[in-house]
């Protein structure tokens, strides 16, 4: 199941687990942020505060924090002609954008900057069959993380995401959260893990993987430590907790991270593997 070239890296002999603080937002944070994003009020709709300001619309969740920020008419597309800005330019553009706004921590960084491509495709009426007319340049998105103790932090409460047309801000996802330090606890040998994997087969690995599509041969070929936040979707979730990233070969070039608890808290808090 590992690679042939799989190289185990050192792992420390404990690592803390921090508290996920709040995120509850109330009326007066939302009003902060729909300010700081220049639009005049929000409004309470269905768990979230809402706002609209000529073609953009505001979006944050009162339960999570995760705020979605978007010029309606441009956010899911490019217009002809608009200039194709290279990823130096897209990031200074976006950590500009944030920054004037107070929405940038200190602790965040730059992860990766992408371009989109738009695909436009066409069904044959006559016989259904789906075919390709052609691509356009897409959006580019510009996406910050974040680092606990050197480990960086992986799911989906917390991360930014600037998106550009050309050289206009025209998007932002924003999810972060607050931590305080719970304590330490002894990090689970990796060699358990791997026992559990192999005694398990390639059902353990890829248990809670939605959709994972693999070959007859699946393989490890690396690991890390992280810290896993996913409380944006899995709202029950306390804790700020360290997993093993393993990356795996499913085969035909296919490659994906799934995550496993590295430590056991006593309380037996929210643990649960995903992709």
């Known amino acids: 199941m590992l690679a042939e070239n799989f190289l185990l890296p050192e792992f420390p002999g404990e690592l803390r687990v921090y508290r ?34 000529n073609s953009w619309h505001l979006e944050v969740d009162r339960e999570t924090g995760y705020l979605w920020c978007g010029e309606v008419d441009r956010v899911y597309g490019v217009p002809e002609g608009a200039p194709l800005v290279s990823p130096e330019e897209a990031s200074v553009l976006a950590e500009s954008f944030l920054a004037e706004r107070g929405l940038l921590p200190e602790d965040a960084y730059l992860e990766e900057v992408r371009r989109d491509e738009i695909r436009v495709s066409a069904v044959d009426p006559e016989t259904g069959k789906i075919w390709e007319r052609g691509t356009g340049r897409g959006m580019v998105q510009v996406w910050f993380g974040r680092r606990v103790d050197n480990l960086e932090v992986v799911g989906s409460g917390c991360g930014i995401a600037v998106s550009l047309a050309g050289e206009e801000v025209v998007g932002v996802r924003r999810c972060w959260k607050e931590y305080t330090p719970l304590g330490s606890f002894p990090l689970l040998p990796f060699h358990e893990i791997l026992a559990d994997v192999r005694s398990k087969g390639v059902n353990r690995l890829l248990e809670g993987v939605k959709g994972a599509v693999y070959g007859e041969r699946v393989v490890i070929r690396g690991v890390r430590l992280a810290y896993l936040d996913d409380s944006r979707i899995h709202r029950d979730q306390g804790f700020l907790l360290p997993v093993y990233g393993l990356t795996v070969d499913l085969g035909r070039g296919h490659l994906l991270e799934v995550f496993f608890p590295a430590v056991a808290l006593p309380s037996a808090p929210y643990f649960e593997v995903c992709g």
Do not use: T
């Open 20 to 53: 996920i603080v709040g995120p509850e937002v109330d009326e007066n944070q939302a009003e902060r942020l729909a300010e700081a994003l220049g639009f005049a009020g929000v409004r309470e709709v269905g768990g979230r505060f809402v706002a609209d300001e």
